[in-house]
């Protein structure tokens, strides 16, 4: 499988957009799919992550305010981000986790929040 994650940039805080990570080359079913982050500094740390049958489960401080979610039509997963604050600045990965194989990342793309 291949990711390519996009939509990253520097942003104001209290605003909302969105990343996306386009999925392609699937060999196996898809048991789950993620998002990530690193801040400088600091360890990666898991974000959103959304099961084969739809379960999401979020970081705590972004509960209410990401989302996770995905189009299967497109091959696109997402995390919608609103109500940004400077401590959610960081390096976002996400993540595949394909049935008999190893999990798979995208590369990063960053996301600043400016106050």
């Known amino acids: 499988v291949q990711l390519q994650a996009s939509g990253g940039g520097l942003v104001q805080a209290e605003s909302s957009f969105r990343l996306s990570c386009s999925v392609s080359r699937v060999t196996f079913s898809i048991q789950g799919v993620s998002w990530h982050r690193q801040a400088p500094g600091k360890q990666r740390e898991l974000v959103a992550s959304?099961?084969?049958?739809?379960?999401?489960d979020y970081e705590d401080s972004v509960k209410g305010r990401f989302t996770i979610s995905s189009d299967d039509v497109r091959r696109t997963f997402y995390l919608q981000m609103n109500d940004v604050k400077p401590e959610d600045t960081g390096l976002y990965f996400c993540k595949v986790k394909e049935y008999l194989r190893e999990p798979t990342w995208g590369q990063g793309t960053q996301v600043t929040v400016s106050s």
């Open positions: 959304m099961n084969r049958g739809g379960e999401t």
